[in-house]
């Protein structure tokens, strides 16, 4: 199967959820955690607990993630990034993206195509992300439309090209399916007669000037014009309707912390399974826990 890139801005006990479900259903060969230094010396103690099975996880530093091919640690990428009021989203978010986008380049020996998938989805079912390489539509709408407009705005930006969305949902999927020549090919053509420096420079400084951008809605709309064969993807009503988010995330973290038995190396996911089957009556294709 192939590997699986997912950055994450802090240790939780969610992380052990998500990581052992997708070692249950896909059994990727690699799977790369890029995170704050800080957490590497527990993590790589917690990873010895976990079910790994036979995948291999990877732990690297997203303070130097840059640093190979663009010379730049995070300290140099974040003097491009601009809080504009209250309404911006915070650094950590958009050096996320670019982390997304650049592993590419900066992770040897990554599997070709590569899934990048976000640290608080946890998949409850499967769908296949194998040959032809499908991912799932899973939100049905963008939080607010104010979201969706500056979405557009940034990437109309960044490709010249009018935003596309599925036929129901929206790309912002969580999760996606990465072929090297298509990434390559997105982020040359973004710096063709551009100033900056790197492409790193030109996305970071779209919060100088808009609040939200999503990597996940540029790579689709930048696949539309130029690779429509290789965008593919499970319909809403197949998998992302029946899914579960919380946008809020107190409430849920109760009610998971009085269902289930939580060690200090995470929670395993077979205790998520538990709590699914005791709590929902119908059972859902995912949930995905936002800032935990």
Not at 66 to 95: A, C, H, P, V
Not at 208 to 234: D, G, I, Q, V
Request: proline share 3%; charged share 25%.
């Amino acid at each position: 199967m192939n590997d699986f890139v997912i950055p994450l801005h802090k240790k939780n006990f969610i992380i052990r959820t998500v990581i052992e479900g997708i070692i249950y259903f896909y059994n990727p060969k690699n799977i790369y955690i890029i995170l704050p230094k800080k957490y590497i010396y527990d993590m790589e103690n917690d990873i010895k607990i976990w079910n790994t099975e036979d995948s291999n996880i990877f732990l690297i530093e997203e303070e130097t993630f840059f640093i190979l091919n663009y010379n730049l640690n995070i300290n140099d990428i974040k003097k491009w990034y601009l809080y504009i009021d209250e309404q911006s989203r915070e650094f950590g978010w958009w050096y996320q993206q670019i982390i997304k986008l650049g592993a590419v380049y900066q992770i040897k020996n990554l599997s070709d195509p590569f899934i990048i998938w976000d640290s608080d989805l946890i998949p409850i079912i499967k769908w296949s992300l194998d040959y032809p390489y499908k991912f799932a539509i899973l939100q049905e709408k963008a939080k607010n439309n104010f979201n969706n407009l500056e979405y557009a705005k940034s990437i109309y930006k960044l490709l010249n090209i009018d935003v596309i969305e599925p036929e129901k949902g929206t790309y912002v999927s969580h999760h996606f399916i990465i072929h090297h020549n298509v990434v390559k090919d997105m982020l040359k053509y973004i710096m063709i007669n551009k100033l900056e420096s790197s492409w790193i420079e030109l996305i970071l400084k779209l919060s100088n000037n808009y609040y939200r951008f999503s990597e996940y809605k540029c790579l689709a709309t930048f696949m539309n014009t130029f690779y429509p064969k290789l965008l593919l993807y499970h319909n809403f009503d197949i998998y992302g309707k029946t899914g579960i988010r919380y946008r809020k995330n107190e409430e849920i973290i109760k009610t998971i912390e009085e269902y289930c038995i939580i060690d200090e190396c995470g929670l395993k996911y077979h205790e998520i399974i538990k709590f699914v089957e005791l709590y929902y009556k119908e059972k859902p294709s995912y949930l995905q826990i936002e800032h935990i």
